[in-house]
């Protein structure tokens, strides 16, 4: 039987929470949980799929905590589970993303940092990892376009 989706999303929310007691956001200096409600909002308005609805809550719990992904499993289930350590950056600081529903809630994770920090967290976190494309025209490598 399938879990009440207000029971998940507020389970969902409780953990989320519980993990991230105490952190703050570096540029704003809100409460972590904000971000996270904000990037569950955004991808609600997107999909109507439950459990993404319930990894963009919990999108960082694995890389920002000490979540595991077996006890995010043992918690909310594999796919859940699977989204989320696919919003989490691996031992090379990189993203191995397979699955559309990570996709979304990545993108919903950028969005919601480009619109709500200032301009060093987008510095920082974008032009300074921009790679040119080498077969892409020179202009096109120019972040600025």
Known sequence: MEVNIVEKITEAFKYAQEKHKGQIRKYSGEPYIIHLQAVY??????????????????????EDTDATYDEVKEKFGEKIANIVQECSKDENKNFKITMKESLLVKFADGLHNLGNNNDDWFIEKVLHRWQP??????HMNNPKF
Do not use: F
Not at 133 to 138: A, G, L, N, R, S
């Open 133 to 138: 494309h080498p077969t892409k025209p020179e």
């Open 41 to 62: 909002q955004l991808v609600r308005q997107v999909t109507d799929d439950k459990d993404t609805w319930a990894a963009a809550i919990l999108h960082d719990v694995i």
